[in-house]
Nanobody
Framework: VQLQASGGGLVQAGGSLKLSCAASGSTFNHAMGWFRQAPGKEREFVSGISWTGDFTSYADSVKGRFTISRDDAKNTVFLQMNSLKPEDTAVYYC????????????????WGQGTQLTVSS
């Protein structure tokens, strides 16, 4: 599975942006996740969704502001980000793994190239 993340950019604090992650190949039985990495910091889990879409998970820092969804017909997962804050600035990566939704980056097998989000204050 190859992943292509897109949708990053520069946005003012309080604004919104939607990231997309297109997968080549079937994502049947694949959980999808979004992670981010800010300069000088470790990669951290942001959000994930089970392969059925029935289960989602969010980092505490983004709960209530970010929404993850998937469109399996298009093999695409989305991350709608609202009420953005400067601390959301990071490179955002999508990732996928076979099986259950997990929140640890080391449990994901395939990664996209990352898309930069910059939130100005």
């Amino acid at each position: 599975v190859q992943l292509q993340a897109s949708g990053g950019g520069l946005v003012q604090a309080g604004g919104s942006l939607k990231l997309s992650c297109a997968a080549s190949g079937s994502t049947f039985n694949h959980a999808m996740g979004w992670f981010r990495q800010a300069p000088g910091k470790e990669r951290e889990f942001v959000s994930g969704i089970s392969w059925t879409g029935d289960f989602t998970s969010y980092a505490d820092s983004v709960k209530g502001r970010f929404t993850i969804s998937r469109d399996d017909a298009k093999n695409t997962v989305f991350l709608q980000m609202n009420s953005l804050k400067p601390e959301d600035t990071a490179v955002y990566y999508c990732a996928t793994r076979v099986g259950r939704l997990k929140t640890s980056s080391w449990e994901y097998d395939y990664w996209g190239q990352g898309t930069q989000l910059t939130v100005s204050s």
